[in-house]
């Protein structure tokens, strides 16, 4: 885990602005308290087929579905109902802030010439944080991350072509709501989904890709005939290999971007579930 952070207390401010005789601030009172926590884990395995990775929890605290196939494979999947939840445990120098009923969102970020990354935002119910001495911790179900670049990283396609891939980012987009009702247990909920991305690759010839009609074609219908594939796999070893899979994917409007004097094509998508639901993307490891 990196780039950890935590709001401790992130509340509705609620001002009582009673009319007075003299001038001044009004006291102010704080409604719905909860805790965000946001983190970043590598996008590696956990280095054994069949195994999860230490995260695999964040991920079914984000709306996902965990199958397991022994020796095999690990693979995330959209729900709709019945969602996960995680408690957080955030130690600093000795002063715990334990966040309960947490749930997420998160956005995969992978550039050429960096380390993939899965970046997660949670929001819990607030604890009184309390002192406790500092965990001792064990690092298991975390293979060693590999940079995303050529020969780490392939099987690259988008709308059934294979280009040359620069960056694709992946956000899930779930709808997070803190519930706080008289009478009822306090609560996160999840209420929507919607994942989207940005692919940014080498710009190509119109008799090689065109996907400035592909985008045309796919405004305003995104049915089966319109809607194509997006899938990445990044890693080379058994245990530490992640496939990013779609076959739904709705490309928005397409614009160009220069890097190194290289013209680049900025490719927004949204990736869409068929009728029958929660099969927009899969997450696999192998």
């Known amino acids: 885990m990196r780039d950890l952070n935590i709001t401790p207390l992130q509340s509705d401010v609620v001002s009582r602005d009673l009319i007075r005789p003299y001038l001044g601030a009004s006291e102010q009172l704080l409604a719905n308290t909860r805790v965000e926590c946001t983190f970043s884990v590598e996008?590696?395995?956990?280095?054994?087929?069949?195994?999860?990775?230490?995260?695999g929890k964040a991920l079914l605290a984000c709306g996902l579905s965990e199958t397991v196939s022994a020796g095999v494979s690990v693979t995330y999947a959209p729900v709709s109902s019945s969602f996960g939840s995680v408690t957080i445990h955030y130690n600093i120098d000795g002063v715990r802030h334990k966040v309960t009923g947490c749930r997420g969102t998160f956005t995969i970020n992978a550039n050429v010439g960096e380390i993939p990354t899965?970046?997660?935002?949670?929001?819990?119910?607030y604890n009184t944080p309390d002192d406790s001495a500092l965990p001792s911790v064990t690092y298991s179900n975390q293979a060693t991350p590999l940079v995303f670049k050529e020969g780490n990283t392939g099987t690259f396609e988008l709308l059934s072509y294979s280009g040359c891939l620069q960056s694709v980012t992946f956000d899930i987009g779930n709808t997070l709501v803190y519930r706080e009702l008289i009478g009822c247990t306090k609560e996160?909920?999840?209420t929507d989904r919607s994942a989207n991305g940005t692919v940014v690759m080498e710009a190509v010839t119109m008799a090689e890709k065109n996907y400035f009609t592909a985008a045309l074609t796919d405004q305003g219908l995104a049915d089966e005939a319109t809607l194509g594939n997006l899938t990445f796999q990044h890693g080379t070893t058994a245990g530490n290999i992640i496939d990013?899979?779609?076959?739904?994917?709705?490309i928005g409007d397409v614009s160009y971007s220069d890097q190194d004097g290289v013209a680049m094509l900025n490719i927004p998508y949204t990736a869409i579930p068929s009728t029958a639901g929660n099969n927009e993307f899969s997450l696999v490891y192998t």
Request: avoid cysteine; charged fraction near 10%.
């Open 43 to 55: 996008l590696a395995g956990s280095g054994t087929a069949g195994t999860a990775p230490q995260y």
């Open 118 to 125: 899965i970046d997660f935002t949670f929001t819990g119910i």
């Open 188 to 190: 996160v909920l999840l």
């Open 244 to 250: 990013f899979i779609s076959t739904r994917i709705d």
